[in-house]
């Protein structure tokens, strides 16, 4: 998983904030239950986040596309922090070999949908949350309909198809996305939103691989904690997003080496000569 890109240096541009406007149009209901209360109470004594960022997550609605070694610990942290609607598109069943490392589901429900384990998994954490299941592949001609109802996407697919489609329907929809990938022991994550200058999907990765230059997990493997990380570390971006808080990873890149320990973030710059955020607006996509 070679990437180009410079390290951060004093002299570069300041880093990305995130967006504290990014829930201005929704009402906060600060009325809270004694059982809300107590279940987010670590939150509500941060004070980045209080009770007027745990309404915060009541109210945002996220989409988690995959339900597998990335989905897993996202969803059930997201369930966790009370986010109040979570989608969840995966048309896999679940299977043996999953229950290395995709944690949101069990050996009982093996040949159960992805999507329903998954449901049930965040359900037992936390039953005030939402959970509406997509039991699709996103592809090009779905993706805008299934996004469209959310606020922040979270790609943690396995196929470049699906991710290329989950990018693009993104940028066009101004929908914000976090993204990450694994491989064997190493995995990368970035956040992608339109405005600021800022590079999207395709300023990275122009267009997918060549059929067969990447190994998928499954033909290359991974270890399981791997994902768990990088799966929490996406939960941990998509609740900066939704509260405001910290510098946002849009316009940088991270890459976790396992086996080394180290994480190093590169700056990512917008192309001008993107096929989706450049002069032709995505036509050529």
Partial sequence: MSLGGAAYTPTDPPRPRTPRHFFSRVLM?????????????????????????QAKLRAARVLIVGAGGLGSPLALYLAAAGVGCIGIADDDLVELSNLQRQIAHAQARVGQLKTSSAQSAMAAINP??????????????????????????????????????VADACHSLSKTLVSAAVLRFEGQLSTFRRGDDLPCYRCLYPAPPPAGLVPSCAEAGVLGPV???????????????????????????????????????????????????????????
């Fill in 29 to 53: 209901n600060l009325d809270f239950s004694e059982d809300e209360i107590r279940r987010y109470a670590r939150h509500i004594l941060l004070d980045e986040v209080g009770a007027v960022g």
């Fill in 128 to 165: 005030l949350v939402h959970v509406v299941t997509h039991p699709v592949r996103l592809t090009r001609e779905n993706a805008h309909e299934v996004i469209s109802d959310y606020e922040i996407v979270c790609d943690g697919t396995d196929n470049f198809e699906a991710r290329f489609a």
């Fill in 227 to 285: 994902t768990g990380v990088m799966g929490t570390l996406q939960a941990t971006e998509v609740m900066k997003e939704i509260l405001g808080i910290g510098d946002s990873m849009a316009g940088r890149l991270l890459i976790w080496d396992a086996l080394a320990m180290r994480f190093r973030i590169v700056r990512l710059v917008r192309d001008p000569a993107c096929p989706l955020c450049g002069p032709d607006g995505g036509a050529a996509v």
